[in-house]
């Protein structure tokens, strides 16, 4: 019962922006931490950025004052927020729920992911 989809994955240039969204099913955005991760050709997936259902973020180092997680619970949507991108940004990305105690513990409820390529 529960689903989540990523959309907005597109092929940009270095420096551009996209924004990327994850729509969720029932009571999941009020019920859960989300995170949004990536994985790239070759590479473990990995740990993007966090919010918890307090609205309180985290975000790894390689991303951190570029991109912005946010969620609009009205809506049941999660959001990725990505500017000044870099080649090193391109992965397929996937929204994950889970939750928070110190670190991030991702459930396994995943969407299909959304592929973002950046051309430098």
């Known amino acids: 019962q529960v689903q989540l989809v990523e959309s907005g994955g597109d092929l940009m240039q270095a420096g551009g922006s996209l924004r990327l969204s994850c729509a969720a099913s029932?009571?999941?955005?009020?019920?859960?931490?989300m995170a949004w991760y990536r994985q790239a050709p070759g590479k473990q997936r990995e740990l993007v950025a966090t919010?918890?259902?307090?609205?309180?973020?985290n975000y790894a180092d390689p991303v951190k004052g570029r991109f912005t997680i946010s969620r609009d619970a009205a809506k049941n949507t999660m959001y990725l927020q990505m500017n000044s991108l870099k080649s090193e940004d391109t992965a397929v990305y996937y929204c994950?729920?889970?939750?928070?105690?110190?670190?991030?513990?991702?459930?396994?409820?995943w969407g299909q992911g959304t592929q973002v390529t950046v051309s430098s």
């Open positions: 994950n729920a889970g939750l928070y105690s110190g670190k991030y513990y991702p459930l396994n409820f």
């Open positions: 029932g009571r999941i955005l009020s019920s859960n931490a």
């Open positions: 919010i918890t259902s307090g609205s309180n973020t």
